[in-house]
Protein backbone atom coordinates (compact mmCIF):
# COMPACT_ATOMS: atom_id res chain seq x y z
CA UNK A 1 0.00 0.00 0.00
CA UNK A 2 3.02 2.40 -0.29
CA UNK A 3 2.61 5.23 -1.60
CA UNK A 4 -1.12 4.91 -1.82
CA UNK A 5 -3.26 8.39 -0.10
CA UNK A 6 -6.72 7.89 1.54
CA UNK A 7 -9.28 10.20 1.38
CA UNK A 8 -8.83 10.85 5.12
CA UNK A 9 -5.05 11.89 4.22
CA UNK A 10 -5.75 13.29 0.80
CA UNK A 11 -9.47 16.18 2.75
CA UNK A 12 -6.66 16.83 5.28
CA UNK A 13 -3.74 17.84 2.97
CA UNK A 14 -6.25 20.13 1.20
CA UNK A 15 -8.27 21.87 4.00
CA UNK A 16 -4.89 24.63 4.01
CA UNK A 17 -6.98 25.63 0.51
CA UNK A 18 -10.18 27.13 2.89
CA UNK A 19 -8.40 29.90 5.40
CA UNK A 20 -11.45 30.46 6.64
CA UNK A 21 -12.17 26.70 7.54
CA UNK A 22 -11.16 25.55 10.98
CA UNK A 23 -10.84 21.99 8.93
CA UNK A 24 -14.47 21.55 9.54
CA UNK A 25 -14.96 21.19 6.12
CA UNK A 26 -12.44 17.99 6.14
CA UNK A 27 -14.40 16.09 9.02
CA UNK A 28 -17.53 16.98 6.94
CA UNK A 29 -16.27 14.92 3.67
CA UNK A 30 -15.02 12.25 5.98
CA UNK A 31 -17.96 11.95 7.70
CA UNK A 32 -19.64 11.46 4.27
CA UNK A 33 -17.27 9.34 3.21
CA UNK A 34 -17.78 7.08 6.58
CA UNK A 35 -21.69 7.20 5.48
CA UNK A 36 -20.75 5.93 1.74
CA UNK A 37 -18.66 2.92 3.48
CA UNK A 38 -21.84 1.79 5.29
CA UNK A 39 -24.44 2.29 2.38
CA UNK A 40 -22.04 0.54 -0.15
CA UNK A 41 -21.80 -2.36 2.72
CA UNK A 42 -25.91 -2.86 2.22
CA UNK A 43 -26.03 -2.06 -1.75
CA UNK A 44 -23.23 -4.85 -2.02
CA UNK A 45 -25.62 -7.53 0.32
CA UNK A 46 -28.70 -6.43 -1.30
CA UNK A 47 -29.98 -9.73 -2.42
CA UNK A 48 -29.34 -11.50 0.78
CA UNK A 49 -31.40 -9.03 3.02
CA UNK A 50 -35.12 -7.60 3.09
CA UNK A 51 -33.93 -4.13 1.51
CA UNK A 52 -34.90 -4.89 -1.92
CA UNK A 53 -38.04 -3.38 -3.57
CA UNK A 54 -40.82 -0.75 -2.43
CA UNK A 55 -41.78 0.06 0.84
CA UNK A 56 -45.43 1.03 -0.79
CA UNK A 57 -45.03 4.96 0.46
CA UNK A 58 -44.41 7.83 -1.97
CA UNK A 59 -41.94 10.51 -1.23
CA UNK A 60 -42.24 14.51 -1.21
CA UNK A 61 -41.32 14.57 -5.01
CA UNK A 62 -44.95 12.08 -5.41
CA UNK A 63 -41.65 9.24 -6.75
CA UNK A 64 -42.01 5.32 -4.94
CA UNK A 65 -39.83 5.08 -2.00
CA UNK A 66 -37.62 1.89 -2.18
CA UNK A 67 -36.42 0.58 1.13
CA UNK A 68 -32.79 1.12 0.26
CA UNK A 69 -34.05 4.44 0.11
CA UNK A 70 -35.06 5.32 3.46
CA UNK A 71 -31.68 3.35 4.52
CA UNK A 72 -29.51 5.12 2.95
CA UNK A 73 -31.21 8.85 4.19
CA UNK A 74 -31.23 7.32 7.93
CA UNK A 75 -27.49 6.37 7.52
CA UNK A 76 -26.09 9.79 5.95
CA UNK A 77 -28.00 11.87 8.23
CA UNK A 78 -26.85 10.36 11.23
CA UNK A 79 -23.25 10.41 10.46
CA UNK A 80 -23.79 14.26 9.74
CA UNK A 81 -25.90 14.80 12.84
CA UNK A 82 -23.02 12.27 14.89
CA UNK A 83 -20.48 14.37 12.82
CA UNK A 84 -21.00 17.41 14.30
CA UNK A 85 -19.37 19.60 10.99
CA UNK A 86 -22.82 20.05 10.01
CA UNK A 87 -26.08 21.89 11.24
CA UNK A 88 -28.81 21.13 8.78
CA UNK A 89 -29.62 18.65 6.01
CA UNK A 90 -32.17 18.93 3.32
CA UNK A 91 -32.82 15.44 1.44
CA UNK A 92 -35.10 14.32 -1.56
CA UNK A 93 -36.82 11.81 0.69
CA UNK A 94 -37.86 14.72 3.28
CA UNK A 95 -40.71 17.18 2.88
CA UNK A 96 -38.56 20.03 5.09
CA UNK A 97 -35.21 20.27 6.06
CA UNK A 98 -34.13 18.69 8.97
CA UNK A 99 -32.10 20.80 11.54
CA UNK A 100 -29.61 19.31 14.10
CA UNK A 101 -30.17 20.91 17.68
CA UNK A 102 -27.90 18.73 19.99
CA UNK A 103 -24.33 20.02 21.72
CA UNK A 104 -22.48 18.48 19.13
CA UNK A 105 -23.72 20.40 15.98
CA UNK A 106 -25.38 23.89 17.67
CA UNK A 107 -22.27 26.11 16.46
CA UNK A 108 -21.16 23.78 12.71
CA UNK A 109 -21.13 25.88 9.96
CA UNK A 110 -22.55 23.71 7.25
CA UNK A 111 -25.39 22.43 5.64
CA UNK A 112 -25.94 19.64 3.46
CA UNK A 113 -28.29 19.13 0.94
CA UNK A 114 -28.53 15.21 -0.42
CA UNK A 115 -29.90 12.88 -2.65
CA UNK A 116 -29.16 9.16 -0.27
CA UNK A 117 -29.57 7.55 -3.47
CA UNK A 118 -30.07 8.61 -6.85
CA UNK A 119 -31.24 5.67 -9.35
CA UNK A 120 -32.71 3.43 -6.59
CA UNK A 121 -35.35 1.74 -9.24
CA UNK A 122 -31.79 0.04 -10.63
CA UNK A 123 -30.91 -1.38 -7.54
CA UNK A 124 -33.67 -4.61 -7.94
CA UNK A 125 -31.94 -5.74 -11.32
CA UNK A 126 -28.83 -4.84 -9.83
CA UNK A 127 -27.48 -2.14 -11.85
CA UNK A 128 -25.44 1.01 -10.15
CA UNK A 129 -26.86 3.88 -8.07
CA UNK A 130 -25.31 6.79 -6.26
CA UNK A 131 -25.38 9.16 -4.18
CA UNK A 132 -25.27 13.05 -4.37
CA UNK A 133 -24.37 15.77 -2.27
CA UNK A 134 -23.97 19.18 -2.18
CA UNK A 135 -22.21 21.53 0.95
CA UNK A 136 -22.96 24.96 1.39
CA UNK A 137 -21.38 27.61 4.53
CA UNK A 138 -24.42 28.61 6.33
CA UNK A 139 -25.16 32.51 5.53
CA UNK A 140 -27.20 33.14 8.86
CA UNK A 141 -25.31 33.21 12.29
CA UNK A 142 -24.08 30.23 13.61
CA UNK A 143 -25.36 30.44 17.46
CA UNK A 144 -28.58 30.88 15.70
CA UNK A 145 -31.43 28.32 14.40
CA UNK A 146 -30.95 26.96 9.89
CA UNK A 147 -33.36 28.71 8.39
CA UNK A 148 -34.63 27.83 4.50
CA UNK A 149 -32.25 30.76 3.35
CA UNK A 150 -29.05 28.65 4.31
CA UNK A 151 -30.22 26.05 1.55
CA UNK A 152 -31.44 28.22 -1.07
CA UNK A 153 -28.13 29.64 -2.34
CA UNK A 154 -26.81 29.72 -6.01
CA UNK A 155 -25.11 27.03 -6.73
CA UNK A 156 -21.75 29.24 -7.38
CA UNK A 157 -21.85 29.41 -3.30
CA UNK A 158 -20.92 25.54 -2.85
CA UNK A 159 -18.31 25.14 -0.85
CA UNK A 160 -18.04 20.95 -2.06
CA UNK A 161 -19.84 18.96 -3.59
CA UNK A 162 -19.32 15.08 -4.77
CA UNK A 163 -20.90 11.99 -5.29
CA UNK A 164 -20.19 8.82 -4.77
CA UNK A 165 -21.42 5.97 -7.64
CA UNK A 166 -21.88 1.90 -6.15
CA UNK A 167 -20.73 -0.19 -9.23
CA UNK A 168 -18.26 -2.99 -9.99
CA UNK A 169 -15.95 -0.77 -7.68
CA UNK A 170 -17.17 1.90 -5.38
CA UNK A 171 -15.88 5.72 -6.22
CA UNK A 172 -15.97 8.73 -4.34
CA UNK A 173 -15.75 12.25 -6.78
CA UNK A 174 -15.94 15.39 -5.12
CA UNK A 175 -14.67 18.83 -5.53
CA UNK A 176 -14.14 21.82 -2.96
CA UNK A 177 -13.93 24.10 -6.26
CA UNK A 178 -10.38 23.26 -6.89
CA UNK A 179 -10.34 20.84 -9.19
CA UNK A 180 -12.26 17.26 -9.06
CA UNK A 181 -10.47 14.09 -7.24
CA UNK A 182 -11.89 10.78 -7.31
CA UNK A 183 -11.32 8.00 -4.72
CA UNK A 184 -11.80 4.05 -5.21
CA UNK A 185 -13.00 2.18 -2.28
CA UNK A 186 -10.50 -0.66 -1.39
CA UNK A 187 -12.67 -3.50 0.35
CA UNK A 188 -9.43 -4.61 1.88
CA UNK A 189 -8.29 -2.21 3.91
CA UNK A 190 -11.90 -0.56 3.96
CA UNK A 191 -10.28 2.80 2.67
CA UNK A 192 -11.22 5.39 -0.19
CA UNK A 193 -8.20 5.67 -1.92
CA UNK A 194 -6.89 8.27 -4.69
CA UNK A 195 -7.37 6.92 -8.05
CA UNK A 196 -8.32 9.38 -9.75
CA UNK A 197 -6.55 12.07 -9.18
CA UNK A 198 -7.47 15.53 -11.25
CA UNK A 199 -10.01 14.41 -13.22
CA UNK A 200 -10.89 16.11 -16.80
CA UNK A 201 -13.81 15.41 -18.77
CA UNK A 202 -13.06 15.19 -22.56
CA UNK A 203 -13.94 18.47 -24.73
CA UNK A 204 -16.20 16.00 -27.31
CA UNK A 205 -17.31 12.52 -26.51
CA UNK A 206 -19.49 10.06 -28.63
CA UNK A 207 -22.16 9.49 -26.55
CA UNK A 208 -24.94 10.89 -25.32
CA UNK A 209 -27.65 9.93 -22.48
CA UNK A 210 -31.30 10.67 -22.98
CA UNK A 211 -35.10 8.54 -22.31
CA UNK A 212 -35.55 8.56 -25.71
CA UNK A 213 -38.75 7.21 -24.86
CA UNK A 214 -39.65 10.72 -24.10
CA UNK A 215 -38.84 12.13 -27.68
CA UNK A 216 -41.70 13.69 -28.50
CA UNK A 217 -42.31 15.35 -25.61
CA UNK A 218 -39.10 17.42 -25.89
CA UNK A 219 -38.45 21.09 -27.53
CA UNK A 220 -37.86 20.86 -30.72
CA UNK A 221 -34.23 21.85 -30.48
CA UNK A 222 -33.80 18.91 -28.23
CA UNK A 223 -35.64 17.10 -31.10
CA UNK A 224 -32.93 18.10 -33.57
CA UNK A 225 -29.90 17.31 -31.50
CA UNK A 226 -30.92 14.21 -31.33
CA UNK A 227 -31.71 13.96 -35.05
CA UNK A 228 -27.87 15.52 -35.13
CA UNK A 229 -26.01 13.06 -32.70
CA UNK A 230 -27.75 10.17 -35.04
CA UNK A 231 -26.93 11.45 -38.42
CA UNK A 232 -23.99 9.73 -40.33
CA UNK A 233 -20.66 12.42 -40.87
CA UNK A 234 -17.41 10.84 -40.92
CA UNK A 235 -15.76 14.09 -40.22
CA UNK A 236 -17.07 14.21 -36.80
CA UNK A 237 -17.02 10.59 -35.95
CA UNK A 238 -21.34 10.44 -35.86
CA UNK A 239 -23.77 8.79 -35.22
CA UNK A 240 -22.86 8.95 -31.63
CA UNK A 241 -23.66 6.29 -29.31
CA UNK A 242 -26.82 6.42 -27.04
CA UNK A 243 -26.25 5.38 -23.18
CA UNK A 244 -28.88 5.95 -20.95
CA UNK A 245 -28.35 3.86 -17.65
CA UNK A 246 -31.43 5.77 -15.78
CA UNK A 247 -29.57 6.85 -13.01
CA UNK A 248 -27.54 10.52 -12.91
CA UNK A 249 -24.70 9.36 -11.32
CA UNK A 250 -24.08 6.66 -13.31
CA UNK A 251 -24.62 8.02 -16.77
CA UNK A 252 -22.66 11.56 -15.52
CA UNK A 253 -19.73 9.33 -14.01
CA UNK A 254 -19.39 7.61 -17.56
CA UNK A 255 -19.35 11.08 -19.44
CA UNK A 256 -16.90 12.18 -16.88
CA UNK A 257 -14.62 10.08 -17.95
CA UNK A 258 -15.32 9.15 -21.65
CA UNK A 259 -16.63 12.67 -22.75
CA UNK A 260 -20.57 12.75 -23.88
CA UNK A 261 -23.19 14.64 -22.70
CA UNK A 262 -26.53 13.91 -20.70
CA UNK A 263 -29.80 15.49 -21.14
CA UNK A 264 -32.45 15.88 -19.17
CA UNK A 265 -35.22 18.44 -21.01
CA UNK A 266 -38.49 19.95 -20.22
CA UNK A 267 -41.25 17.80 -21.42
CA UNK A 268 -45.16 18.43 -22.19
CA UNK A 269 -45.94 16.80 -18.67
CA UNK A 270 -43.08 18.35 -16.73
CA UNK A 271 -42.24 21.95 -18.25
CA UNK A 272 -40.11 22.86 -15.33
CA UNK A 273 -37.91 19.92 -15.81
CA UNK A 274 -37.68 16.76 -13.37
CA UNK A 275 -34.21 16.20 -11.40
CA UNK A 276 -33.90 18.65 -8.85
CA UNK A 277 -31.76 21.45 -8.57
CA UNK A 278 -30.39 21.86 -5.23
CA UNK A 279 -29.28 18.21 -4.66
CA UNK A 280 -28.90 16.84 -8.32
CA UNK A 281 -28.29 19.26 -10.74
CA UNK A 282 -25.72 21.78 -8.82
CA UNK A 283 -23.67 18.98 -7.20
CA UNK A 284 -23.12 17.39 -10.33
CA UNK A 285 -22.76 20.60 -12.31
CA UNK A 286 -19.86 21.78 -10.13
CA UNK A 287 -18.33 18.68 -10.56
CA UNK A 288 -18.20 18.84 -14.42
CA UNK A 289 -17.58 22.30 -14.49
CA UNK A 290 -14.17 21.82 -12.59
CA UNK A 291 -13.59 19.07 -14.79
CA UNK A 292 -13.38 21.59 -17.55
CA UNK A 293 -17.11 20.67 -18.91
CA UNK A 294 -20.36 22.81 -18.89
CA UNK A 295 -23.86 22.38 -17.27
CA UNK A 296 -26.96 24.71 -18.48
CA UNK A 297 -30.68 24.64 -18.57
CA UNK A 298 -30.12 25.94 -22.20
CA UNK A 299 -29.84 29.12 -21.66
CA UNK A 300 -28.38 29.82 -18.15
CA UNK A 301 -25.47 27.65 -16.20
CA UNK A 302 -27.19 25.44 -13.89
CA UNK A 303 -25.03 27.06 -11.18
CA UNK A 304 -26.91 30.63 -12.17
CA UNK A 305 -30.49 30.03 -10.68
CA UNK A 306 -31.91 31.01 -8.58
CA UNK A 307 -33.38 28.84 -6.13
CA UNK A 308 -36.49 29.22 -5.02
CA UNK A 309 -37.66 26.08 -3.36
CA UNK A 310 -35.90 22.74 -1.33
CA UNK A 311 -37.37 20.73 -4.03
CA UNK A 312 -37.39 23.00 -6.93
CA UNK A 313 -36.56 21.00 -10.74
CA UNK A 314 -34.66 22.07 -13.99
CA UNK A 315 -34.12 20.95 -17.10
CA UNK A 316 -30.12 20.09 -17.40
CA UNK A 317 -28.02 19.72 -20.11
CA UNK A 318 -24.55 18.71 -18.97
CA UNK A 319 -21.50 17.01 -20.33
CA UNK A 320 -18.25 17.78 -22.22
CA UNK A 321 -18.44 21.55 -23.35
CA UNK A 322 -18.68 21.24 -27.22
CA UNK A 323 -21.48 18.82 -26.96
CA UNK A 324 -23.25 21.21 -24.90
CA UNK A 325 -22.52 24.18 -26.96
CA UNK A 326 -23.69 22.35 -29.78
CA UNK A 327 -27.04 21.58 -27.95
CA UNK A 328 -27.78 25.18 -26.64
CA UNK A 329 -26.91 26.03 -30.74
CA UNK A 330 -29.98 23.42 -31.41
CA UNK A 331 -32.28 25.17 -29.08
CA UNK A 332 -31.72 29.12 -30.05
CA UNK A 333 -32.56 27.70 -33.40
CA UNK A 334 -36.07 26.18 -32.52
CA UNK A 335 -36.63 29.06 -30.66
CA UNK A 336 -36.45 31.17 -33.75
CA UNK A 337 -38.31 28.89 -35.73
Known amino acids: MIGVETLDEFVIRKQTEFPYARGDLSRLLRDIGLAAKIVNREVNKAGLVDILGSTGK ?42 FRDGVSKD ?19 VSVGTIFSIYRRVTPSEGPVT ?25 VYTTGYGVNGFTLDPSIGEFCLSHPDMKIPKTGKTYSVNQG ?3 SFPEGVKQFIRHCKEIDKAT ?26 LYPA ?16 PMSFIVEQAGGRATDGSRHIQDIEPRELHQRTPIFIGSELLVLKLEEFLREGAGS
Open 58 to 99: TNVQGEEVKKLDVFANRRFIAALELGGQCRGVASEENKDFIT
Open 108 to 126: ADYVVALDPLDGSSNIDVN
Open 148 to 172: AEDFLQKGRNQAAAGYIIYGSSTML
Open 214 to 216: NFL
Open 237 to 262: DRPYSLRYIGSMVADIHRNLITGGIF
Open 267 to 282: TTDAPNGKLRLLYECN
